[in-house]
């Protein structure tokens, strides 16, 4: 929600302060605080270059507004301004969508005698409450029910988007658990690959079509290759398409946010978002595949993102597609994707009854309706003296929906 940069006024703007504000801006983070450390070992004249080096640095990141606060950690000068500054901007927070997906990165696990293990970590979002019932992913653990909660030390009955959250799951063992695993309220798919926009970081570092990567998203890392949809070579502050291929699969869903650095971890080179946490593998990269992805790049994080989503979805195969069975493709709640919908404007086929909703990629539909006049033009020149045509469970069958 905000960040708190911590600046020591002896050393002020060091190479992992640049860092560390190119992650902020990457991470989409907009409000934040500098706490400038360390004015006790310094003089007036010192604190206030160094508060003015600060100032000229972050007009051009997304902490240009950002209050600096002089702290001491030893006199415990400043430390009110700092309590007041943070009790401020808290009210600038906006509110977070929880909506209904619970997913927690767990950063921590360990045991309680005679309770069993607990699992810490900051709620992405949803909620969920005691006795509800999680998942383990990834992987094919069965369900775990939750004994109780506690946020801040304190027994909750519930936790939301945002919470800091310790949860007493009954039926996990520790040896199920490893680094990068999360819980969620539903079952979601694995993926060792994800379509995704990359901004590199001004540090001098371009990449090739191909390269080794290490992929950061929660408390998930792992080796990964890069390979470049739009682009041959991307340069530092540039944007590109890419498709990564991580060497371990992890639970990822549309939009969330990603940091990468090089293959031996030490260098940040950049960050993104996914733009599809399942998509299909692109071993060429076609005029047709280039302009797809554009267009759901430009489109994802706006207004049209929905709509985008599901039509990317819908083109990943040829057939038509309930409205249920895209809602749990893309982890987006049904009342959602109707409400898109009777915004009208769709840039795919929609045909509901009383009892469905069938959504597909207009390409699909003009395709299947030349395919549908084509076996039914066939059958009636077979067939001329019958006064009758195909039946509807004929009609499925021939077209392939049986």
Same mark, same amino acid.
């Given at each position: 929600?905000?960040?708190?940069?911590?600046?020591?006024?002896?050393?002020?703007?060091?190479?992992?302060?640049?860092e560390?504000?190119n992650?902020i801006?990457?991470?989409?983070?907009?409000k934040?605080?500098?706490?400038?450390?360390?004015?006790?070992?310094v003089?007036?004249?010192?604190?206030?270059?160094a508060?003015s080096?600060?100032?000229?640095?972050?007009?051009?990141?997304?902490l240009?507004?950002?209050?600096i606060?002089?702290?001491?950690?030893?006199?415990e000068? @400043?430390?009110?301004?700092?309590?007041?500054s943070?009790?401020?901007?808290?009210?600038?927070?906006?509110?977070?969508? *929880?909506?209904s997906?619970?997913?927690m990165?767990?950063?921590?696990?360990?045991?309680?005698k005679g309770?069993g293990?607990?699992? &810490?970590g900051?709620?992405?979002?949803g909620?969920?409450q005691?006795?509800?019932?999680?998942?383990?992913?990834?992987?094919?653990?069965?369900?775990?029910?939750?004994?109780?909660?506690?946020?801040?030390?304190k027994?909750?009955?519930?936790?939301?988007? @945002?919470?800091?959250?310790?949860?007493n799951l009954?039926g996990?063992?520790?040896?199920d658990?490893?680094?990068?695993?999360?819980?969620?309220?539903?079952?979601?798919?694995?993926t060792?690959?994800?379509?995704?926009?990359?901004?590199?970081?001004?540090?001098?570092?371009?990449?090739?079509?191909?390269s080794?990567?290490?992929?950061?998203?929660?408390?998930?890392?792992?080796q990964?290759?890069?390979h470049?949809?739009?682009?041959?070579?991307?340069?530092?502050?540039?944007?590109?398409?890419?498709?990564?291929?991580?060497?371990?699969?992890?639970?990822?869903?549309?939009?969330?946010?990603?940091i990468?650095?090089?293959?031996?971890?030490?260098i &940040?080179l950049?960050?993104g978002?996914?733009?599809?946490?399942?998509?299909l593998?692109?071993?060429r990269r076609?005029p047709?595949?280039?302009d797809?992805?554009?267009?759901l *790049?430009e489109h994802?994080? *706006?207004?049209?993102?929905?709509?985008?989503?599901i039509? @990317?979805?819908?083109?990943k195969e040829?057939?038509?597609?309930g409205?249920?069975?895209?809602?749990?493709?893309?982890n987006?709640?049904?009342?959602?994707?109707?409400?898109?919908i009777?915004? @009208?404007?769709?840039?795919?086929?929609?045909y509901?009854?009383t009892?469905?909703?069938?959504?597909?990629? &207009?390409?699909n539909d003009?395709s299947?309706?030349?395919?549908?006049?084509?076996?039914?033009?066939?059958?009636?020149?077979?067939?001329?003296?019958?006064?009758?045509?195909?039946?509807?469970?004929?009609?499925?069958?021939?077209?392939?929906?049986?």
């Open positions: 929600d905000f960040v708190l940069l911590v600046i020591a006024a002896d050393s002020g703007i060091m190479p992992q302060t640049i560390h504000i992650i801006s990457a991470l989409g983070i907009k934040g605080i500098v706490a400038l450390t360390k004015i006790d070992l003089d007036d004249e010192l604190i206030e270059m508060k080096e600060i100032l000229e640095y972050l007009k051009k990141t997304s240009k507004d950002a209050p606060v002089g702290v001491s950690a030893i006199t000068a @400043g430390k009110d301004d700092l309590i007041k943070i009790e401020k901007i808290i009210t600038e927070v906006d509110e977070k969508e *929880s909506g997906l619970f997913r990165y767990i950063d921590r696990i360990f045991s309680v309770f293990s607990v699992v &810490t900051s709620v992405l979002s909620s969920i005691t006795k509800d019932e999680v998942f383990l992913l990834p992987g094919n653990n069965e369900k775990l029910r939750i004994r109780s909660i506690e946020r801040h030390g027994p909750v009955e519930s936790v939301v988007a @945002g919470d800091r959250a310790a949860i009954i996990l063992n520790n040896e658990f490893e680094r990068g695993m999360i819980i969620s309220n539903k079952f979601l798919e694995e060792s690959m994800i379509d995704a926009q990359v901004s590199l970081f001004d540090n001098n570092i371009s990449l090739p079509l191909w080794n990567i290490t992929f950061h998203t929660g408390t998930f890392d792992c990964a290759r890069m470049l949809i739009n682009k041959a070579t991307i340069q530092p502050n540039e944007e590109a398409i890419v498709q990564i291929h991580l060497r371990k699969p992890g639970i990822f869903i549309n939009k969330d946010k990603f990468i650095r090089n293959s031996s971890g030490d &940040t950049g960050g978002f996914v733009m599809d946490a399942a998509p593998h692109h071993r076609t047709k595949l280039i797809s992805l554009t267009q *790049s994802i994080l *706006s207004e049209q993102s929905i709509k985008e989503m039509n @990317g979805e819908l083109k040829f057939k038509p597609f409205i249920e069975e895209i809602s749990n493709k893309l987006i709640p049904v009342d959602e994707i109707k409400n898109e009777n915004k @009208g404007r769709c840039n795919f086929g929609v509901k009854s009892e469905c909703v069938i959504l597909i990629s &207009t390409g003009n299947f309706q030349e395919k549908l006049l084509n076996i039914l033009k066939e059958h009636h020149e077979k067939n001329k003296i019958f006064p009758n045509g195909l039946d509807v469970n004929e009609i499925t069958g021939k077209i392939g929906f049986s």
